[in-house]
């Protein structure tokens, strides 16, 4: 496989569920991104990881719960969602080294539906 | 702080007319600016970037941006519009830290 996967591509989930994302780059890159698109709602960026070290979380609640094992991988575990978390969730990944200029490849993402 | 806007929530344009998709920005440094496409069900694709250099950037499938510094915009062109070409575009701008995006700009090109 190339570029960025993301598993599963849809989800439904119950409240009182725990689910986990699955994201894996196969572009050698260093930094990787978890975002959330919701309808009629700018791009939202969740949690930055470079060099597998979270490097920014944009005050996203704790029911979101991301892990980095390595470069490559990047999870988002999911636990007592709320409905209005129902979303597309896009993975990214970029060669970043500081204020680097590198644009971003995203995959296909996860369409999550909370009940 | 950073921020880009897209003015336009829908563009309609009739196939083989030109096209202009607007962007418009405020960043405190030099700016990084960035087109992406999406289509329907999939993830964001990079289209093209501005980092210095000539203020018309060429990208992919026949899109090109023109940078101009003193109106602080970044408009994505494209000379005949495809059907194909029908997607949601999102400008996004970086000052040093992640990208910021545009809520983007929904295109319909009508057969």
């Known amino acids: 496989e190339t570029g960025v996967t993301q598993t599963p591509r849809h989800l439904v989930m119950g409240m009182t569920n725990k689910k986990s994302l699955k994201c894996e780059q196969h572009?050698?890159?260093?930094?990787m991104y978890w975002y959330k698109q919701s309808a009629k709602k700018p791009l939202e960026l969740m949690f930055v990881?470079?060099?597998?070290?979270?490097?920014e979380n944009n005050s996203v609640p704790s029911r979101f719960s991301p892990e980095c094992p390595n470069s490559s991988h990047l999870f988002l575990h999911l636990h007592t969602l709320q409905p209005e978390d129902s979303a597309l969730y896009l993975c990214?990944?970029?060669?970043?080294?500081?204020?680097?200029?590198?644009?971003?490849?995203f995959g296909p993402g996860t369409r999550l539906t909370v009940l | 702080a950073q921020s880009v806007a897209q003015p336009e929530d829908q563009v309609n344009v009739a196939e083989g007319n030109p096209l202009t998709v607007k962007c418009t920005y405020s960043v405190s440094g030099n700016p990084y600016l960035f087109w992406y496409v999406q289509y329907p069900n999939r993830g964001l694709q990079f289209l093209l970037k501005y980092i210095t250099g000539d203020n018309l950037v060429k990208g992919s499938y026949g899109f090109e941006a023109e940078f101009n510094k003193s109106q602080t915009s970044f408009h994505l062109k494209k000379p005949s519009a495809l059907v194909s070409d029908s997607a949601l575009y999102f400008c996004?701008?970086?000052?040093?830290?992640?990208?910021?995006f545009g809520k983007g700009t929904r295109l319909s090109v009508i057969a």
């Open positions: 996004a701008v970086r000052d040093g830290t992640p990208l910021v």
């Open positions: 990214a990944s970029s060669q970043d080294r500081g204020s680097s200029y590198n644009e971003q490849f």
């Open positions: 990881y470079n060099f597998k070290e979270q490097t």
């Open positions: 572009l050698g890159h260093n930094a």
